[in-house]
């Protein structure tokens, strides 16, 4: 990985502010913050988890009667999810000045993180594929 951080420090609201905050990162951090895994919150919205998946990854966003679902789940309004403002959580507490190889860090992981998600529902095609392939040739 190459380092694009050519200052040494960075301050924490580059990396997390309500301007950067993504609506998968509210609503993966109010899962969190109830201490709710991504499985249990699929189930008590009667969706699949590669949904949830999507949703926190920002790879989807859900409609309207589940965003309403989600919120009340979450204890979060609909507002604050969907741009930050509004009932929901506050971001973390300023910290200052971080290093920049730390935000050079929390950056890999989320990207490997979102890297994970896309694979893994590749893996499931691919599994699905070759289940029906056995079955065509068994």
């Known amino acids: 990985m190459?380092?694009?951080?050519?200052?040494?420090?960075?301050?924490?609201?580059?990396?997390?502010?309500?301007?950067?905050?993504?609506?998968?990162?509210?609503?993966?951090?109010?899962?969190?913050?109830?201490?709710?895994?991504?499985?249990?919150?699929?189930?008590?919205?009667?969706?699949?988890?590669?949904?949830?998946?999507?949703?926190?990854?920002?790879?989807?966003?859900?409609?309207?009667n589940k965003l309403q679902m989600l919120a009340g789940v979450?204890?979060?309004?609909?507002?604050?999810?969907?741009?930050?403002?509004?009932?929901?959580l506050d971001g973390p507490a300023e910290q200052g000045v971080i290093p920049g190889d730390v935000r050079a860090i929390l950056t890999e992981i989320r990207q490997v993180k979102s890297d994970m998600g896309r694979l893994s529902d590749r893996l499931g095609v691919l599994e699905k594929r070759l289940r029906s392939a056995l079955k065509e040739h068994g």
């Open 74 to 88: 979450l204890n979060v309004s609909m507002m604050w999810l969907i741009n930050g403002q509004g009932d929901g």
């Open 2 to 64: 190459t380092d694009s951080t050519t200052d040494a420090t960075t301050d924490a609201s580059d990396w997390y502010s309500d301007e950067t905050a993504t609506f998968g990162d509210r609503m993966a951090g109010a899962r969190e913050a109830l201490g709710m895994t991504r499985t249990e919150l699929a189930k008590r919205l009667g969706v699949r988890l590669k949904t949830v998946r999507a949703w926190e990854d920002d790879l989807a966003e859900p409609r309207a």
